[in-house]
């Protein structure tokens, strides 16, 4: 295989992997990278310090400063524009530019500005017009400006309702195995309403630690992460909001707006909370005291230790 350039655009680097298609008055510089089997369509201009994984399809109007770095599998809308300078002022320069990353599989729509600094994570949307202000976990579909979360990719959404006492106590299998998703009795009367569970019979294991998290500002998310050995039981005592689970491969959002609700959550299970309502309150029990040591916080990392090792489930 071989590069293609056409007539009418300008490539003066030599690190273009095969099969990479540069279109009419594109400009790469010198000192760019360029991987196999992308596509640079008319009036793209990449600076030096820009690397380009292989596959990547970048669309017309677009300009790649330096610092930016957009791995295998990335989507670049029309007109995206990237910024790598945070107080730009002409001819006076920072001693570096800030680092841009674009994560495998990801996609950015028409329009959208992406401000210096901040990873896009692999296999995040980020919808046309968009204004990127700070880093975007993976999978995420964020919109708006500023952007902020709306959904997540591929994932299945399956929104319990709000029961009452003519519903059915029980527990439900989530999409995710391991995962599932808690009805208790809710009994009410004049005097107000309660809801009640057993540690052990409803709640599959007993906590040794609680945590509760309130006054969430409505774009901001929670969770990121996952445990390697605790297990944790989700509960939204008041108002609501949203509870993804992620297994690697299945990925469920659960909507939690009744105090008779509950999550269960096992280690190796990637979880994210948000769409918090301004009253939201969730309550959290965990099976273990906390250990730092325990947490992994970067979803390539879970992708690679749940490839290595099963999920441990009680």
């Not at 700070?134 to 309702?161: F, L, Q, S």
């Not at 439900?172 to 057993?198: A, I, N, Q």
């Not at 909370?273 to 390539?300: E, T």
């Amino acid at each position: 295989m071989s590069v293609f350039v056409h007539p009418q655009g300008l490539c003066e680097s030599e690190s273009i992997g095969d099969g990479t298609r540069i279109w009419a008055f594109a400009h790469v510089l010198p000192g760019a990278r360029i991987g196999r089997d992308c596509n640079i369509c008319d009036h793209v201009f990449i600076e030096n310090d820009v690397v380009v994984g292989d596959r990547v399809t970048i669309k017309c109007g677009v300009q790649l400063w330096d610092g930016v770095r957009l791995e295998d599998e990335v989507f670049v809308g029309p007109n995206v524009t990237f910024t790598n300078d945070p107080f730009p002022r002409s001819k006076i320069y920072p001693e570096r530019f800030a680092r841009t990353v674009v994560a495998r599989g990801a996609s950015i729509g028409a329009n959208a500005t992406i401000l210096p600094g901040v990873r896009i994570g692999a296999n995040a949307m980020v919808g046309a017009g968009a204004v990127v202000t700070r880093d975007v976990p993976a999978n995420a579909v964020i919109v708006g400006n500023p952007a902020t979360i709306v959904n997540y990719a591929n994932a299945v959404h399956e929104t319990p309702a709000t029961f009452d006492t003519t519903q059915q106590v029980g527990v439900r299998e989530c999409s995710v195995p391991g995962v599932t998703v808690h009805t208790f009795p809710l009994v009410g009367d004049m005097r107000g309403k309660l809801t009640v569970g057993e540690f052990t019979d409803q709640v599959p294991f007993v906590p040794r630690r609680f945590f509760m998290v309130f006054d969430v500002p409505g774009r901001n998310v929670r969770g990121q992460h996952a445990h390697k050995v605790c297990h944790q039981f989700l509960i939204c005592t008041h108002g609501s909001c949203s509870v993804m689970v992620d297994d690697g491969i299945r990925r469920e959002e659960i909507r939690l707006d009744s105090p008779n609700l509950a999550v269960y959550m096992p280690p190796m299970i990637w979880g994210v909370q948000y769409k918090y309502s301004p009253d939201a309150v969730l309550l959290v029990f965990a099976s273990d005291s906390y250990d730092p040591d325990d947490y992994v916080r970067d979803y390539d990392e879970f992708l690679a230790l749940i490839a290595k090792t099963p999920p441990a489930r009680l």
